[in-house]
């Protein structure tokens, strides 16, 4: 069983997934996953607890490349992590000629946020889609057009922040120093804020939960919600015009009740704008050691297509 | 004195504008030009025009190629007017057949917003720039988003309609059916109602001169005008990340107060945004006639690589 593989780890803020897919694996699909691992991020060392991880791997398959996905602001045609808001121990680290020394493994590192919108893109709910933007709901919104097969970064790199539409004007303050941007409403702690305001206790799962259980209060925040998500993305087909639109995090998992009902409300609401199909990611949590399994293989078979 | 050349034809609700260039041209800067002539719409028999107009230049000049360009839906590919709101003698016509057929020249039609917006890109204020946002300000708001000279055209063809995200959600109402759109702020119409409503008379130009003359009033039209303006240019940058923006049409004329105003407004309220050069464009109302010569002499270039 010892077939040469490519390895994906997802590196998070509390923890790191990994994914182990065969190096010849199709492209057209979600590879079949030969190891699928969570372990808790090796915060205070982290180059030492990746290549921990990686030798534990290398014991059982030969690697052809090792890809890590990393929160922050990657140079990834360096292999640097320019910076890192969760691992500040990754700060400025040349993380791609750290790992690949030790390892004797090519290593490539990319940005999470865009790993996952890749393979949401490709394996996900985009599956079939040449054009789809990826959004995720979390605290932050992020935001990624991906167009046959990779993300549109804009002339700067700051192309798709969608979380920082102003939606109203006269709004709250937004942690970008402007106000009533999409993140001030719809924004994970924007949310609870508003619960907890309308008299709920808890957090987004209480709230969505309260919904679904007919809570009044609760259907009130929502509403507002989905609500100016759905102005967010009408705006999104507008300027972009998307050929299909996913959205993850933690705020669109089952029931999907957020993004049905904006998914309602654009449908409602457009008037010239062409809807495309607005659809709950499936990858989830994953979706990021998807990403870089994704990278590693398009970058394997671009490079036995060049021998 | 009789080269083989390129004409194109900008065909408007009042003028068609004729352009012809040698069709050997450089395509790295606006060529020299053969021919330039503004002559009336022939709104009754759209087509007769076309030909006597082609047929005068033809005694000078044999035409490699002829390229038409014309406001509404084109079907480009097949060189057909779907819909065009302005010339409705040309709604549903095989332009490209009837004019080929009679001319024996190769025919293209395209459309004229788009040919406005890949010409400024490439010969006009984005010159120098691969990727470009160009948006024409008049009664209607029209953008186009250029890179590597072609339009980006979205998944279904609608991409760039900067005119229609919402500015202000308690607004007035669009032509488009929803509310507050930025075309109901600054569009041509809606910028000399607001002018009229403040006391003043006459159109966008009368506005214009009356606020470089310090007129408060006037200034306090166009500084609003301005100001949701900076706002679609903010979310602009936020979502799609130009690496310049290029702003034309009547209201952004000579002496550029609206344009200077709105890129002060986004300079001082851009926070991560990367906001980058916003010039008024050059080409004005020959950027349509400039577009058709630039796709034929692009036609004509690529054939002769293919024989």
Same mark, same amino acid.
């Given at each position: 069983?010892?077939?040469?593989?490519?390895?994906?780890?997802?590196?998070?803020?509390?923890?790191?997934?990994?994914?182990?897919?065969?190096?010849?694996?199709?492209?057209?699909?979600?590879?079949?996953?030969?190891?699928?691992?969570?372990?808790?991020?090796?915060?205070?060392?982290?180059?030492?607890?990746?290549?921990?991880?990686?030798?534990?791997? /290398?014991? %059982?398959?030969?690697?052809? @490349? +090792?890809? *890590?996905? $990393?929160?922050? =602001?990657? #140079?990834?045609?360096?292999?640097? &992590?320019?910076?890192?808001?969760?691992?500040?121990?990754?700060?400025?680290?040349? /993380?791609? %000629?750290?790992?690949?020394? @030790? +390892?004797? *493994?090519? $290593?490539?590192? =990319?940005? #999470?946020?865009?790993?996952?919108? &890749?393979?949401?893109?490709?394996?996900?709910?985009?599956?079939?889609?040449?054009?789809?933007?990826?959004?995720?709901?979390?605290?932050?919104?992020?935001?990624?057009?991906?167009?046959?097969?990779?993300?549109?970064?804009?002339?700067?790199?700051?192309?798709?922040?969608?979380?920082?539409?102003?939606?109203?004007?006269?709004?709250?303050?937004?942690?970008?120093?402007?106000?009533?941007?999409?993140?001030?409403?719809i924004g994970a702690q924007a949310l609870s804020?508003a619960w907890?305001?309308?008299?709920?206790?808890?957090?987004p799962?209480?709230l969505?939960?309260?919904?679904?259980?007919?809570?009044?209060?609760?259907?009130?925040v929502?509403?507002?919600g989905?609500?100016?998500?759905?102005?967010?993305?009408?705006?999104?087909?507008?300027?972009?015009?998307?050929?299909?639109?996913?959205?993850?995090?933690?705020l669109?998992?089952?029931?999907?009740?957020?993004?049905?009902?904006?998914?309602?409300?654009?449908?409602?609401?457009?008037?010239?704008?062409?809807?495309?199909?607005?659809?709950?990611?499936?990858?989830?949590?994953?979706?990021?050691?998807?990403?870089?399994?994704?990278?590693?293989?398009?970058?394997?078979?671009?490079?036995?297509?060049?021998?």
């Open positions: 069983m010892s077939i040469p593989a490519v390895l994906g780890l997802d590196v998070g803020g509390s923890s790191v997934k990994l994914l182990l897919a065969a190096a010849d694996a199709s492209l057209s699909s979600a590879p079949e996953i030969l190891s699928r691992r969570r372990i808790p991020t090796p915060l205070s060392g982290p180059v030492d607890g990746l290549v921990e991880i990686a030798e534990s791997v /290398l014991q %059982e398959h030969p690697l052809v @490349r +090792l890809v *890590v996905s $990393v929160p922050g =602001i990657v #140079d990834e045609a360096r292999g640097v &992590v320019v910076r890192s808001a969760n691992i500040p121990a990754l700060d400025g680290c040349p /993380l791609a %000629e750290r790992l690949s020394s @030790r +390892l004797d *493994v090519p $290593v490539s590192v =990319i940005n #999470d946020g865009h790993a996952a919108a &890749v393979a949401e893109a490709a394996w996900g709910a985009g599956a079939g889609s040449a054009d789809c933007f990826v959004l995720a709901l979390g605290t932050g919104i992020a935001g990624a057009h991906v167009v046959n097969g990779a993300v549109v970064p804009g002339a700067h790199g700051f192309a798709g922040e969608l979380g920082h539409i102003t939606i109203d004007p006269a709004g709250a303050a937004c942690s970008c120093g402007r106000r009533g941007c999409l993140e001030t409403i804020a907890n305001a309308a008299g709920g206790s808890g957090g799962e209480t969505l939960h309260a919904y679904a259980s007919g809570d009044a209060r609760a259907v009130a929502v509403q507002r989905a609500s100016a998500l759905a102005e967010g993305l009408l705006t999104l087909c507008a300027l972009v015009d998307p050929g299909r639109i996913v959205i993850g995090g933690g669109a998992r089952e029931p999907h009740d957020l993004v049905r009902l904006a998914d309602r409300y654009v449908r409602e609401r457009a008037t010239f704008h062409r809807v495309p199909p607005i659809m709950p990611a499936t990858l989830r949590e994953w979706a990021g050691a998807n990403g870089a399994v994704l990278f590693g293989l398009r970058r394997e078979r671009l490079a036995a297509s060049v021998r």
